[in-house]
């Protein structure tokens, strides 16, 4: 009975050798240390994988392993950098046996910056095991909710928007010609649509005393006696490009080197708001309204209506005829081609190219209501803002209607509708707001292109919101002050507010654009006097026009 326990003692003894001989090999054997793992990460106490959004600039990152840290080994096993390249410095503290790496930036973080902490292989543990996947934690900080400028009143900040604006078509414009340039790199590339917003710009600059009478009548002969004297025209229409120093024609496109008739009646609404505007019996006021009656006289609006079609062509080229083959028809920016058409004394086009052209016998209507605004005309949703600008910067759209619309209401609502979407955010862009909105042709991260609720890329552009201030003036100065105070730090340059951003991917456009700084101008004065309006408005040949096309109009 007494041997059996001394049996089962030696049996557990020899178990206990051959076990510790296959624990600890000989001197000759390699030992291969065990890799180890992440077992917890917390990002200011908190979990949510390994992307963070909005955090603040002094993040507490902490970070678990199943096994302790060797101390030296952070310096090339931890990475950490913002998404420019620049390293991050960052002090790093042990805890938890070692196991518990607390990692915190030694300054503050930028805000509205991307950031990617990296844990590598050569990341070891104390026993020399290496990291058995390397991983990766992004870090996405929040807005700077500090204002970035002191604040001024809301009349204060519109003049200021204004003039700072209209320095991109007074101080950038080409020395030869006055032109646009169409964007802040274009040399002398130069825009007509562009520069007619730049035109009527001029009187708006004249009455705030950003620059005096003489001054603007000075460079709008300039420029007038440029595009008499030197521009390519066809059939009296200009087009979309040409060079600023010889006025030549400059390609589009690949078939469009010639005639623009819609980009024509942009800068035909300018010339005929200047017009309207050096009106005393000043010699040199009266030769510039001869000059601009010669050039807005050659135009051969009904010419473009291609074989006498009931709809006007947008492009004729020299070289290639009609082949790029687009109608302009409703809805979008160019209700006013028609109704210059309409208004011309010489080149007159019928009522029915505007009823079965653009209008396209009431197709054009929509009727359907978007968060709650029913919008009259047009696509679901609106399209992009510039809709409901570029022909209502000389058209004034309260009161006007027709058989169609009421289009005070189609602008507000589709203004509305633009905002409403924005804050629903249906595809959860980071920053849309109600105070962040505003969707229009811009310039995207890598491109270009022309945003809307159906063609969102989570970018804003400032032009949106700001030129639809005549129709949402709460919405639109909300949108002001955001962009100003606390985005001013990235997004106001030299010329105003730079074109478009996204808060999404933390991206900030450094161009201008003259299609998208011009609205701003002129219908933030529309907002404030209506001067623009009440210019345009006043042209005998646009109030024949309206009635040939039979608007109403309180403005008449």
């Known amino acids: 009975m007494q041997k059996q326990p001394l049996i089962v003692l030696l049996l557990l ?51 678990t392993f199943t096994a302790p840290i060797s101390k030296e080994s952070p310096q090339k096993g931890i990475q950490w950098k913002k998404h420019t390249g620049e390293q991050i410095p960052y002090t790093l503290t042990f805890e938890n046996g070692d196991s518990t790496l607390t990692l915190s930036a030694t300054k503050p973080l930028d805000f509205l910056s991307g950031y990617t902490l990296s844990f590598l292989p050569a990341l070891e543990s104390r026993s020399g095991g290496k990291l058995r996947a390397a991983f990766a934690v992004e870090l996405a900080t929040r807005i700077d909710s500090t204002d970035k400028f002191t604040r001024i009143t809301d009349e204060a900040l519109l003049t200021l928007v204004q003039k700072q604006t209209f320095a991109y078509f007074w101080d950038f414009a080409h020395p030869v010609s006055g032109l646009a340039r169409e964007r802040n790199t274009s040399g002398d590339l130069v825009t007509s649509g562009g520069s007619g917003f730049g035109i009527m710009a001029i009187p708006v600059a004249v009455e705030r005393a950003f620059i ?65 505007y050096f009106d005393s019996a000043d010699p040199q006021e009266a030769a510039l309204r001869a000059d601009i009656n010669s050039l807005w006289k050659a135009v051969e609006w009904s010419w473009f209506q291609k074989n006498k079609e009931p709809v006007l062509y947008w492009h004729w080229s020299p ?17 006013i081609t028609y109704v210059l058409a309409a208004a011309s004394s010489e080149h007159s086009i019928e009522p029915e190219v505007y009823h079965q052209g653009w209008a396209r016998n009431g197709a054009m209507a929509n009727g359907n209501t978007f968060f709650g605004h029913q919008l009259p005309l047009g696509e679901n949703l609106g399209g992009p803002l510039f809709f409901a600008h570029y022909s209502f910067l000389g058209l004034n759209p309260n009161g006007l209607t027709d058989r169609y619309a009421n289009y005070f209401t189609q602008n507000r609502n589709h203004s509305l509708i633009n905002q409403a979407y924005c804050i629903q955010n249906p595809k959860g862009f980071r920053g849309y707001s109600d105070e962040c909105w505003g969707l229009t042709a811009s310039d995207i991260p890598n491109g270009y292109t022309a945003n809307s609720p159906t063609n969102d890329r989570g970018v804003i552009t400032p032009t949106a919101a700001l030129s639809s201030m005549p129709y949402t003036p709460e919405e639109s100065m909300k949108a002001l002050r955001f962009f100003y105070y606390k985005l001013g730090d990235k997004l106001w340059g030299r010329y105003g507010f730079y074109d478009a951003f996204s808060l999404h991917e933390r991206w900030f456009a450094d161009s201008y654009l003259a299609i998208d700084q011009g609205p701003i101008v002129v219908m933030l004065e529309n907002h404030r006097t209506g001067l623009p309006w009440k210019l345009f408005m006043s042209c005998p040949e646009v109030k024949a026009g309206l009635t040939k096309l039979d608007f109403e109009s309180m403005a008449r």
């Open 13 to 63: 003894i020899v178990l206990g050798f051959s076990c510790s001989k296959q624990e600890n090999p000989g001197p000759n054997v390699p030992v291969v240390p065990s890799s180890f793992s992440l077992d917890r990460l917390r990002v200011n106490g908190q979990f949510s994988g390994f992307s963070y959004e909005d955090i603040g600039p002094t993040p507490e990152l902490k970070f």
């Open 212 to 276: 005096t009478r003489q001054q603007g009548l000075e460079r709008t002969q300039k420029i007038v006696t440029f595009l008499k004297d030197k521009v390519q025209t066809f059939h009296g229409a200009f087009p979309h490009w040409l060079h600023g120093g010889t006025g030549e024609a400059i390609a589009f496109s690949a078939k469009d080197n010639g005639a623009d008739l819609v980009e024509t009646s942009f800068l035909m609404q300018g010339l005929l708001t200047v017009r309207q």
């Open 319 to 335: 070289t290639f005829g009609w082949e790029m083959n687009h109608a302009v028809r409703g809805w979008n920016e160019s209700l």
